[in-house]
Nanobody, 120 residues
Framework: QVQLVESGGGLVQPGGSLRLSCAAS????????MGWFRQAPGEGREFIAA????????LYTDSAKDRFTISRDNAKNTVYLQMNSLKPEDTAVYYC?????????????WGQGTQVTVSS
């Protein structure tokens, strides 16, 4: 079982940056693919990016490729999402999740989320 705790959310002005972190419990973190999702008010959960456990291969949704970067530090059991040039439409609750395969669906474990608000 994997427990996930996100941090790093908050209020940021349009054009600003944030780095989200997700700390995972357990000794097998490096074997899990880790993903980031978001859910805006009144909308469904949207896949953003994922990174495989051992190779560090990444997968992004088209809208995230230019502004968001996913990375991980297996020694710290942590995955990150660097978000740049933030827009008001990026306002959402951001979740990290763990899966066995590098894909935008089929995630087994989820964190509770961290709120990101982009507003002037």
């Amino acid at each position: 079982q994997v427990q996930l705790v996100e941090s790093g959310g908050g209020l940021v002005q349009p054009g600003g940056s944030l780095r989200l972190s997700c700390a995972a419990s357990g000794r097998t973190f490096s074997t899990w693919t880790m993903g980031w999702f978001r859910q805006a008010p009144g909308e469904g959960r949207e896949f953003i990016a994922a990174i495989s456990g051992s190779t560090g291969r990444t997968l992004y949704t088209d809208s995230a490729k230019d502004r968001f970067t996913i990375s991980r530090d297996n020694a710290k059991n942590t995955v990150y999402l660097q978000m740049n040039s933030l827009k008001p439409e990026d306002t959402a609750v951001y979740y990290c999740a763990a899966a066995r395969y590098l894909r935008p669906y089929g995630y087994d474990y989820w964190g509770q989320g961290t709120q990101v608000t982009v507003s002037s």
